[in-house]
């Protein structure tokens, strides 16, 4: 059993709580067992990058901020959380490999494949957003900025911009 950290209506709280244990859980589901001072016990579950709480009933912003507590100590090469319309938004930014290009990268949200973003020495930087988001909060002011973090070296798991 381990403890969750986390700050609700400004307290500080240690939550227990438990993964299930399976040898290839984090690849494609992944149940996390909370429990109460009282031991109830509350199922999130995480499928295909998707983060719910499956068994129990808690506060929304509660069941928010646990959830999104376990999104940042569990996940790997997110690039941002954020909340749009209410939802909850994991956008991914990863190397693309095999692509004849020096630099190339896949862009996620949630589990939707964004477009990617390349850069080619002569043309420098390109991108091609496929999929249209609701009311577009995801655009052209964002990769200019996850351009600039490429290039500053502000995401260590991607392949740096030589230029």
């Not at 808690?58 to 690039?79: G, H, M, P, Q, R």
């Not at 996620?108 to 043309?123: F, Q, R, S």
């Not at 991108?127 to 655009?139: D, E, T």
Request: glycine share 8%; charged share 25%; proline share 1%.
């Amino acid at each position: 059993m381990e403890l969750l950290d986390i700050v609700y209506q400004g307290k500080e709280l240690s939550i227990k709580y438990e993964i299930e244990d399976q040898s290839e859980c984090r690849k494609i589901t992944c149940d996390y067992y909370i429990y109460a001072k009282n031991g109830h016990k509350y199922t999130i579950r995480q499928s295909y990058g998707k983060w719910e709480l499956l068994d129990g009933v808690l506060k929304e912003d509660l069941a928010n901020i646990i959830i999104d507590t376990l999104i940042y100590k569990y996940e790997s090469k997110i690039l941002a959380l954020c909340y749009y319309d209410g939802k909850r938004q994991l956008i991914r930014i990863s190397n693309l490999e095999y692509t004849g290009q020096d630099f190339a990268y896949s862009l996620m949200v949630n589990n939707i494949d964004l477009g990617d973003i390349t850069y080619k020495v002569g043309t420098g930087w390109e991108y091609n957003l496929r999929v249209k988001l609701n009311a577009q909060w995801f655009g052209t002011p964002e990769i200019d900025i996850i351009i600039e973090m490429i290039e500053n070296g502000d995401i260590p798991w991607l392949k740096g911009v030589s230029k």
